[in-house]
């Protein structure tokens, strides 16, 4: 039995309400550098509007939990943001630029609907705009069903897709600021049959491309689609350098997992994977497994968990 299945059986009797979030991230296996000697280029001056992030119109969408869980459950994102970090600075000595841009783009999916992304994308990119001097830029990318866009009543707003389907247009022209300081928000935009071939074409990967290169402390957290229902995540994927894969403990189907994995890793350099819905996260016994954990060797691609 693999690490990943262990530890779904071990977390199984837990089972609850409560989303809970427990990092399982990826062994890049690489030296760390940190990049440095930048100035501080606000995107505030680019962003076109400002929304304004409500608790209680969150909490109604399930996107943040005020339960008395909820100081553990925050310590569980600051987890996962040193780790996410980490790995973006990791490749910041490669010649390759593209490794280190890619490092700096998040996607956050699931095998299938259901599993608590896009509280998980969402909770993951407030924790990361925290951190001082940490621009985020939050992209709904389920076109299928963008609840980000729709729990923020934006879901007629111009967005992602019309920025990818007008030539020459800025991706910059679309982005909104947050109440949040450093928290920005780019909406799914309007549903179209093309969404896979738009996510999956090179103006994707420049239009993102440039604005990392133009703001270098930026990261962007996309909320994709599930990825064993849409082919909208695989085309994500070939974009991005980071995969946080949610399972919904003792509910997602283990083929499915191990699926979605293998799926994500055969195209992302760096994948984690975080167990949610867990009521008590027992940190002696959890971190007694090895934490932490790896999703397969993603430098061979080979999907398996690691053990």
């Not at 969408?61 to 909820?70: E, R």
């Not at 700096?104 to 509280?119: E, P, Q, T």
């Not at 997602?252 to 994995?261: D, L, N, S």
Request: aromatic letters at 6%; a neutral charge; glycine letters at 6%.
């Amino acid at each position: 039995m693999s690490i990943l299945e262990k530890a779904m059986e071990k977390m199984r009797a837990n089972k609850s309400e409560h989303k809970l979030v427990a990092a399982i991230p990826a062994d890049s296996g690489t030296q760390v550098a940190v990049a440095g000697g930048h100035e501080a280029i606000t995107l505030l001056a680019c962003a076109i509007g400002t929304i304004a992030l409500d608790d209680e119109v969150l909490q109604e969408a399930q996107l943040l939990d005020a339960s008395p869980a909820g100081r553990e459950l925050a310590q569980q994102f600051r987890v996962m943001r040193r780790l996410i970090l980490k790995t973006a600075q990791s490749d910041a000595t490669s010649p390759a630029a593209d490794h280190r841009e890619r490092n700096r783009m998040i996607m956050v999916a699931s095998a299938l609907a259901g599993d608590g992304k896009s509280f998980t994308a969402f909770n993951l990119a407030v924790t990361l705009s925290a951190r001082k001097d940490q621009q985020v830029l939050l992209v709904d990318c389920d076109i299928a069903k963008p609840h980000l866009s729709t729990a923020l009543k934006l879901q007629r707003k111009s967005g992602l897709i019309e920025a990818l389907q007008t030539e020459g247009a800025s991706i910059e022209n679309y982005i909104l600021a947050t109440s949040r300081n450093n928290l920005f928000f780019l909406p799914a935009g309007t549903r179209t049959e093309t969404a896979p071939e738009l996510l999956d074409s090179a103006r994707m990967w420049q239009l993102f491309k440039q604005l990392l290169h133009r703001f270098p402390h930026l990261v962007i957290v996309f909320d994709s689609s599930p990825v064993l229902l849409t082919s909208e995540a695989r085309a994500l994927a070939v974009v991005c350098g980071q995969a946080v894969l949610v399972v919904r403990s003792g509910e997602t189907p283990r083929h499915a997992v191990q699926e979605a994995g293998r799926i994500l890793s055969a195209d992302v350099a760096h994948t984690w994977v975080v167990l949610n819905g867990v009521s008590h996260l027992d940190t002696a016994d959890y971190y007694g497994y090895g934490f932490p954990y790896a999703y397969g060797d993603n430098r061979n691609a080979t999907g398996s968990v690691a053990s």
